[in-house]
C-alpha cells in the first residue's frame, strides 16, 4: 500500500510539474496562473507547519497566500516571470541553508539525522559520510539558484521553465537514487532500506 501512496505521490508530482511549464509559458501574467502555480506549494509548507505546530511558518505562509489572493483580485501580477525565478531560487537557497546550518562541528548532520532515523545508530564512518553527503546536497542546492538566476537573464523564458519545473525535479531524484547505490556500494556498513523508506524518513523530518 505504501508504494502505491509513492507512486501516486509521484504522479501528482509530475502532473504539477508539467501543468506549470505549460502555465508559465502561454499564461505566465494571468492571475489565475500564478494562483495555480503558488498555492499548491504553500498549502503543502502550511501543512507541514500545521502539523510541527510552526507559528512563525504558519503566519507567513497565510500572509504570502493573503498577497496571492489578493494579486487574483486586482487581475494582474506585474512581471510575474520575476516570482517564478524568485520561488525557484528562494526555495532553493533556504534549503542551501538548511542543510549547511547542521553542518556545525560536534553536531549530527541533517542527512546524519535522518540516517539514524532509520538505521539507529551510526558508526564514526558512516557520520563522516553523512556529514559529506549533507555537504553535497547544500553545494547542490545553491548550485541549483544559481544556475536558476543565469538561466533567467541568459537564455529564452521557456528554457528556464523547462529547466524549473522539468530538469529541476529530475535531477534531484536522479541524485538521490544514484546516491542510494553509491552509498551501499562504497559503504556496505550501512542497513539495506528500501527507497520508499528513505523518503518516508525524509518527510517525518518535518523538512
Same mark, same amino acid.
Given at each position: 500500500?505504501?508504494?502505491?501512496?509513492?507512486?501516486?505521490?509521484?504522479?501528482?508530482?509530475?502532473?504539477?510539474?508539467?501543468?506549470?511549464?505549460? +502555465? $508559465? *509559458? @502561454?499564461?505566465?501574467?494571468?492571475?489565475?496562473?500564478?494562483?495555480?502555480? #503558488?498555492?499548491?506549494?504553500?498549502? !503543502?509548507?502550511?501543512? *507541514?507547519?500545521?502539523?510541527?505546530?510552526?507559528?512563525?511558518? &504558519?503566519?507567513?505562509?497565510?500572509? *504570502?497566500?493573503?498577497?496571492?489572493?489578493?494579486? *487574483?483580485?486586482? !487581475?494582474?501580477?506585474?512581471?510575474?516571470?520575476?516570482?517564478?525565478?524568485?520561488?525557484?531560487?528562494? &526555495?532553493?537557497?533556504?534549503?542551501?541553508?538548511?542543510?549547511?546550518?547542521?553542518?556545525?562541528?560536534?553536531?549530527?548532520? +541533517?542527512?546524519?539525522?535522518?540516517?539514524?532515523?532509520? @538505521?539507529?545508530? +551510526?558508526?564514526?564512518? $558512516?557520520?563522516?559520510?553523512? @556529514?559529506?553527503?549533507?555537504?553535497?546536497?547544500?553545494?547542490?542546492?545553491?548550485? $541549483?539558484?544559481?544556475? %536558476?538566476?543565469?538561466?533567467?537573464?541568459?537564455?529564452?523564458?521557456?528554457?528556464?521553465?523547462?529547466?524549473?519545473?522539468?530538469?529541476?525535479?529530475? %535531477?534531484?531524484?536522479?541524485? #538521490?537514487?544514484?546516491?542510494?547505490?553509491?552509498?551501499?556500494?562504497?559503504?556496505?556498513? #550501512?542497513?539495506?532500506?528500501?527507497?520508499?523508506?528513505? $523518503?518516508?524518513?525524509?518527510?517525518? %523530518?518535518?523538512?
Amino acid at each position: 500500500m505504501a508504494h502505491w501512496r509513492l507512486a501516486v505521490g509521484l504522479l501528482a508530482v509530475a502532473g504539477y510539474a508539467l501543468l506549470s511549464h505549460l +502555465l $508559465m *509559458v @502561454h499564461a505566465a501574467d494571468r492571475p489565475w496562473a500564478v494562483l495555480a502555480i #503558488f498555492a499548491p506549494l504553500l498549502i !503543502g509548507v502550511l501543512g *507541514v507547519a500545521l502539523r510541527r505546530r510552526d507559528g512563525v511558518t &504558519i503566519a507567513g505562509t497565510l500572509a *504570502v497566500l493573503a498577497a496571492l489572493g489578493w494579486v *487574483v483580485f486586482l !487581475g494582474g501580477a506585474g512581471d510575474a516571470n520575476r516570482l517564478y525565478v524568485a520561488q525557484h531560487a528562494g &526555495i532553493h537557497l533556504a534549503l542551501c541553508g538548511t542543510f549547511f546550518a547542521t553542518l556545525r562541528p560536534g553536531g549530527l548532520s +541533517l542527512i546524519g539525522r535522518l540516517a539514524k532515523q532509520l @538505521h539507529g545508530h +551510526l558508526t564514526p564512518a $558512516m557520520e563522516l559520510y553523512t @556529514h559529506g553527503l549533507t555537504r553535497l546536497w547544500a553545494v547542490y542546492f545553491l548550485g $541549483m539558484a544559481l544556475l %536558476s538566476v543565469w538561466i533567467y537573464w541568459a537564455l529564452a523564458w521557456s528554457t528556464w521553465s523547462l529547466f524549473a519545473n522539468i530538469a529541476t525535479p529530475l %535531477s534531484a531524484a536522479l541524485f #538521490f537514487v544514484g546516491e542510494y547505490f553509491v552509498r551501499y556500494a562504497l559503504h556496505p556498513e #550501512f542497513e539495506r532500506v528500501s527507497l520508499a523508506d528513505a $523518503m518516508r524518513a525524509y518527510t517525518r %523530518s518535518g523538512r
